[in-house]
Antibody, heavy 123, light 109 residues
Framework: EVQLLESGGGLVRRGGSLRLSCEVS????????MSWVRQAPGRGLEWVSSIFGSGAGTYYADSVKGRFTISRDNSKNTLYLQMSTLRAEDTAIYYC????????????????WGRGTLVTVSS | EIVLTQSPTTLSLSPGERATLSCRASQSINIYLGWYQQKPGQAPRLLIY???NRATGIPARFSGSGSGTDFTLTISSLEPEDFAVYYCQQHSNWPPRITFGQGTRLEIK
């Protein structure tokens, strides 16, 4: 069974830092691009960042570029999101999501999601 | 940034009825559009990718159509479990600048 389990969320002061983790199981992690998608309380979905299976390519939404860093450790089947200079508007549930397709076929959709971890930035 | 506008904001229907949800892009996105369903307290679920392809395990009552700037998600006959919020998502840029629509809430009439 494919599973994604996020951790690392919590309450942090404005300007602070936090690192989220997403441990996966049930598929060959290194074959798939992964992403982070967030959802502010009561709001819609916002793509945050994506990374290729090899880790060679990383992409960010303009709202987090320069403040967040996505990475992965394929030996540990774990995806990370290092968040710094946090703002009140970063308060959200952060979902880890798998992208379908592998190898040379890459789809920029999200076919498996974790349950999310809540990040709250206090002012 | 490509903006996706979903309509209506809320759709009130009864089980057994047909639901038609729309998503309009601010510029052409070819067929690079997906649809998700989200129920309260749950993560989203991928329903449709590349405008008209059903994701694995998605019932045949869900169908997608469209290309360019106008897209539609149709649920042919609503089941009680279909009442949820639906989001569209595009990825036509390179490097990727993925955006979602603001959502359509499908509620029981």
């Amino acid at each position: 069974e494919v599973q994604l389990l996020e951790s690392g969320g919590g309450l942090v002061r404005r300007g602070g830092s936090l690192r989220l983790s997403c441990e996966v199981s049930g598929f060959t992690f290194s074959n798939y691009a992964m992403s982070w998608v967030r959802q502010a309380p009561g709001r819609g979905l916002e793509w945050v960042s994506s990374i290729f299976g090899s880790g060679a390519g990383t992409y960010y939404a303009d709202s987090v570029k320069g403040r967040f860093t996505i990475s992965r450790d394929n030996s540990k089947n774990t995806l990370y999101l290092q968040m710094s200079t946090l703002r009140a508007e970063d308060t959200a549930i952060y979902y880890c999501a798998k992208q379908p397709g592998s190898g040379s076929v890459l789809y920029w959709y999200f076919d498996v999601w974790g349950r999310g971890t809540l990040v709250t930035v206090s002012s | 940034e490509i903006v996706l506008t979903q309509s209506p904001t809320t759709l009130s229907l009864s089980p057994g009825e047909r639901a038609t949800l729309s998503c309009r892009a601010s510029q052409s996105i070819n067929i690079y559009l997906g649809w998700y369903q989200q129920k309260p307290g749950q993560a989203p679920r991928l329903l449709i990718y590349d405008a008209s392809n059903r994701a694995t395990g998605i019932p045949a009552r869900f169908s997608g159509s469209g290309s360019g700037t106008d897209f539609t998600l149709t649920i042919s006959s609503l089941e009680p479990e279909d009442f949820a919020v639906y989001y569209c998502q595009q990825h036509s840029n390179w490097p990727p600048r993925i955006t979602f629509g603001q959502g359509t809430r499908l509620e029981i009439k």
